[in-house]
């Protein structure tokens, strides 16, 4: 009976394995084919767009059109792409809009063409997913099923984007929940993401690599040193999480048609331009590299960016989060290799890193990936920095939609199961008799003998 049992058991789990990699390598392949055609159609759009001088000038027609097709043909392409899918697969079992894939495509193309400050991770994991959806409603897949195509379109997505697969595939399992994987999709989001990679590598997307080769050597001091750095890229991530959360809630607050509100603000865009420089603009790929390259850095191009892409994302752009952050984490780090006396493309490639795994939750795949970006050398170093930068971000995400599955901290209470956008409601409180709950009795005893002591 026992071995009737086990070779049963055995012959599921086989079955299981050839199906998911059967459907797994179908989505990788339907999305690495679907992300390159996107991104050399939005390669040549800002080619062709970049040869004038101004082009940035056209911003508010560029986020008025965007306006205008979001919310007359797919209002569920609104925002960073990455966003949505989260919420369609908590809230409806991962159901989307068809018209998801062409609307977010032209969406992007045309804001990021124009000047807006996005990214292109977003789109390519929302058009991954749409098309995920599209594959498995054509086969009447149950919602168990579609829900995992629908994880595995992101980790394609995802990967097929940076030339990260293995980082792209944990992507998608781990942003869905903070602190939790989800660890029955690992298998089919690893297929995916390396099939998409390959795919879309072999249509002839480039991607962007660069060794780190100069990494000190270990010392306590240089450690310390890391962690301080890794504490300011939270703080960063905190700051561009509230400034995205700000221009939402100040677009909410104007009335008026949701086009119109792409005028405002692309106006306030191409004025910003003219008044700053035109490096915060678009994807920042250039600042990227450069950065990465030990190039100069300004100490607010950080904060100016988290400016414009703020705007953008508010006012009727469309586009992903990830390059934007990525541009916040080397120009952050930058200066504080520059800071504490290192080389500041070392700083700059921990800081790309750390802001991806504080600002989405991810600090898993943002380890991974300093791996495949840029060495082995740098991983030790890269992977605290990143999971100090998560804990130092809080109960916060730029996808308001994720889930609560633990808290960052045991001293601090919080219900499982809310979602992120809900914690602004939340009033928090140390877990009793916890260290922090001690500390916290002790400051509010000593303010009561100081009132005491005053009124007499």
Not at 34 to 41: D, N, R
Not at 201 to 226: C, M, N, R, W
Request: proline residues 4%; contains cysteine; glycine residues 10%.
């Amino acid at each position: 009976m026992k071995k009737r049992q086990l070779l049963l058991e055995q012959s599921v789990l086989f079955i299981s394995v050839v199906k998911w990699f059967f459907l797994a390598t179908c989505t990788g392949v339907i999305v690495g084919v679907s992300t390159a055609f996107f991104i050399k159609t939005l390669n040549y759009a800002t080619s062709f767009a970049s040869q004038y001088k101004y082009y940035f000038l056209i911003l508010p027609f560029a986020l008025f059109l965007s306006g205008l097709l979001i919310k007359y043909l797919c209002p569920e392409a609104k925002g960073h792409g990455t966003e949505k899918v989260i919420d369609a697969i908590h809230r409806y079992s991962g159901k989307m809009n068809p018209l998801t894939v062409p609307v977010k495509l032209i969406a992007t193309v045309i804001t990021i063409a124009a000047g807006g400050s996005a990214g292109k991770e977003g789109p390519a994991a929302q058009i991954g997913a749409g098309l995920s959806y599209i594959f498995a409603s054509i086969f009447r897949f149950n919602k168990k099923d579609r829900r995992k195509l629908i994880i595995c379109g992101i980790s394609a997505g995802f990967a097929s984007v940076f030339g990260t697969p293995i980082a792209g595939a944990i992507f998608g399992v781990e942003v869905l929940s903070v602190g939790s994987i989800f660890y029955d999709v690992i298998f089919p989001s690893f297929v995916a993401g390396i099939m998409s990679h390959q795919v879309s590598s072999a249509l002839g997307v480039e991607y962007f690599y660069h060794t780190i080769d100069f990494v000190p050597q270990f010392s306590e001091f240089f450690f310390i040193k890391v962690l301080g750095g890794a504490v300011f890229f939270g703080l960063c991530s905190l700051l561009l999480i509230e400034a995205l959360k700000i221009s939402e809630s100040l677009s909410r607050k104007i009335h008026i048609w949701e086009p119109f509100k792409g005028l405002i603000g692309g106006s306030v865009l191409v004025a910003l331009a003219l008044l700053t420089s035109t490096r915060y603009l678009g994807l920042g790929l250039e600042t990227i590299e450069s950065a990465l390259q030990g190039g100069r850095i300004l100490p607010f191009d950080f904060a100016m960016k988290i400016l414009f892409t703020s705007v953008t994302l508010a006012f009727c752009g469309s586009g992903g989060m990830v390059t934007p952050i990525f541009f916040v984490g080397v120009t952050a780090g930058s200066v504080v290799g520059m800071f504490l006396g290192y080389d500041p493309s070392m700083f700059a490639a921990i800081g790309m890193v750390s802001l991806l795994a504080g600002a989405a939750n991810t600090p898993i795949s943002a380890s991974i990936m300093a791996i495949e970006f840029f060495g082995p050398e740098l991983a030790p170093y890269a992977a605290v920095s990143c999971i100090v930068s998560y804990v130092m971000t809080g109960h916060r995400s730029v996808y308001p939609s994720q889930v609560l599955a633990t808290t960052k901290s045991p001293s601090i209470f919080i219900e499982k199961g809310l979602v992120m956008e809900d914690m602004s409601s939340i009033k928090f409180r140390p877990r009793p008799h916890s260290i922090t709950d001690v500390l916290f009795r002790a400051v509010r005893r000593l303010k009561e003998i100081k009132k005491a002591f005053l009124d007499k």
